[in-house]
């Protein structure tokens, strides 16, 4: 970086680059310095929804429909997914008499799963072996079920 901005002062001193062309130059690349920096990490803007397996789907999603006022966005015969804010909360039939969460949704600023997928790899944790580059699940060093996706993802019934 250091090399492009004595290219850029040079070129200025010479009279090839205007004082403004100077100006913008030095901040796109000052721009570009700091969206390299933040492409490092995955940073979490949301928790985009959680989803819970229940013993009976249709009592579940009645209650909090109901309960909460919570519009029904999507669904299908095993699966809910009641509106909340900018987010949402999914409902799944389960396979057993005990209701649990069966996994929580992180929004990532710029996802791109690819990358996502690498970083996981590098720290040897397990993720779906699906190719989707909108939205994909992993288990976290305790065994959680994450997902992940950009933080406008609005789910999908099954």
């Known amino acids: 970086m250091i090399e492009t901005i004595e290219a850029m002062l040079n070129k200025f001193e010479c009279g090839k680059l205007t004082r403004r062309q100077l100006v913008l130059s030095l901040a796109a690349v000052a721009a ?14 949301s928790i985009n929804h959680i989803t819970v397996k229940v013993p009976d789907l249709q009592r579940t999603s009645t209650f909090y429909q109901e309960f909460f006022e919570m519009p029904l966005k999507q669904h299908s015969a095993k699966t ?39 970083k996981l790899k590098k720290l040897n ?34």
């Open 80 to 118: 809910r997914i009641l509106g909340v804010g900018d987010c949402f909360f999914g409902i799944e039939q389960g396979d057993s008499q005990a209701a649990r969460v069966d996994h929580f949704d992180f929004g990532i600023a710029g996802f791109d799963a690819d990358a996502v997928r690498a």
């Open 32 to 45: 570009g310095a700091q969206s390299a920096a933040k492409e490092e990490g995955f940073r979490a803007v």
């Open 125 to 158: 944790l397990k993720f779906d072996s699906s190719n989707s580059k909108e939205s994909f699940k992993f288990y976290d060093p305790d065994g959680f079920l994450v997902q992940v996706n950009a933080p406008d993802y609005v789910g999908h019934v099954g």
